[in-house]
């Protein structure tokens, strides 16, 4: 006898339940502390407009704000998104104001995320988002991120529903905006790209989405895979283990992949900091089993929640400043753990990727940003071309 569900039910349970909303996310970063006020902008009755790359489209939009590493309850005036076409410029017609529980001007309580209420804005894959946030009050303490990979304007007074800011001045962080997420007609999924500068994207071209999960959503849609989600949620200076820049890897799994709209896949490519790291402050490097130990963290509490792990190899970076011969030993283990390991749902060996064939412990030279250590947008291109979609089904 067969114990399988009939294929017309199986179908019917692929499917989102009619008039209710199937939610993925289609853009991210990672929230992180804003460090010393001073090295912010005096925000105080001025627009901030955040210019975003979505990756899967969708019928409707909604937003995620992030107060979450502030000690401060935050108050916004207005929040508009409007799409962005080929040349920068507000598409017209396309300008929405955004509500939150119906709320026009929120505030956003401390040490916690705002999630909007759905926009009425059908927005295509791979499409440019502007998002615009008035700050009456000004934004002493705000979560940020710190790599943008894209420019932002900030201009006085209201003018989040402007098609042109008049007198902006430019910014190159991301501030109080975390996530887009897209409702779709067929469910849609996300696969989070989670690991440090290498994944946010430090050295690619700014505002040319060249990052490797850029790009990585740039293929999965021309494969006709048109309701995956790539969300970026490296942080540059992370590490597994150790506190760094952002929390570690394994304090932020949860908020930053597990808690995401539609995850259903992680891409990690996370230990070099950990390795150059300990080798630059002349500390005891971490071991294999400590690695490895992090990475089983992950997929143990990753397949608690139904998402599948991939693991990264760690790219070479013989002739960074960080980088020594012992801890060339331990990324060697690592990587050997890493392409033959079964704990995970697969590999992907961006490392061999990027390496130069005749010197693996290097990159090669069409793929070496400048510094040995990240790559420039070549090298994206290769890690991206690199990742088998067969293992993100």
Do not use: C
């Not at 700050?135 to 900030?154: E, K, L, N």
């Not at 849609?221 to 970026?232: L, P």
């Not at 760690?314 to 060339?328: M, T």
């Not at 793929?367 to 990742?387: E, R």
Request: charged share 20%; net charge neutral; hydrophobic share 45%.
């Amino acid at each position: 006898m067969k114990t399988g569900l009939p294929l017309l039910i199986v179908a019917a349970l692929a499917l989102p339940t009619p008039g209710v909303a199937s939610w993925s996310r289609s853009w991210a970063v990672a929230p992180q502390s804003a460090g010393k006020p001073s090295d912010l902008p005096d925000l105080t009755g001025r627009t901030l407009r955040q210019v975003v790359r979505i990756s899967s489209g969708g019928t409707r939009i909604r937003l995620r704000l992030t107060n979450e590493l502030s000690a401060s309850a935050l108050k916004l005036g207005s929040v508009h998104v409007a799409l962005v076409d080929a040349r920068g410029k507000i598409v017209p017609g396309s300008d929405r104001a955004v509500t939150f529980d119906g709320v026009a001007a929120p505030t956003i309580p401390d040490r916690a995320p705002l999630v909007s209420d759905p926009v009425a804005l059908r927005v295509a894959p791979l499409t440019h988002v502007a998002i615009s946030l008035y700050f009456p009050q000004g934004a002493p303490d705000p979560t940020v991120h710190g790599y943008a990979a894209a420019t932002a304007w900030i201009a006085t007074g209201d003018q989040t529903g402007a098609a042109t800011l008049d007198g902006a001045t430019k910014f190159t962080q991301r501030m109080v905006i975390d996530g887009l997420d897209v409702d779709t007609p067929q469910r849609g999924s996300t696969v989070v790209a989670f690991g440090d500068s290498i994944t946010d994207g430090v050295r690619a071209t700014a505002d040319a989405d060249t990052r490797w999960p850029d790009q990585l959503a740039e293929r999965l849609q021309k494969a006709g895979r048109t309701s995956v989600g790539v969300a970026n949620l490296g942080i540059s200076g992370n590490r597994v283990l150790a506190e760094g820049a952002g929390n570690n890897a394994l304090a932020r799994f949860d908020r930053d992949v597990l808690s995401i709209p539609g995850v259903s896949h992680v891409i990690v490519l996370e230990g070099v900091n950990d390795i150059g790291g300990a080798t630059a402050r002349k500390t005891p490097l971490p071991t294999v089993a400590d690695l490895t130990g992090g990475y089983r963290q992950m997929v143990a509490r990753a397949h608690d929640k139904g998402v599948k792990v991939i693991f990264a190899t760690i790219l070479p970076y013989k002739g960074a400043g960080y980088w020594g011969a012992e801890g060339e030993a331990v990324r060697k283990q690592v990587n050997t753990w890493i392409r033959t390991n079964t704990v995970a749902d697969g590999y992907v060996d961006l490392a061999r990727a990027v390496a130069d064939p005749a010197d693996p412990d290097r990159f090669a030279k069409a793929y070496d940003s400048g510094d040995a250590l990240h790559p420039n947008d070549a090298g994206f291109t290769a890690m991206a071309a690199a990742i088998d979609l067969k293992l993100l089904r």
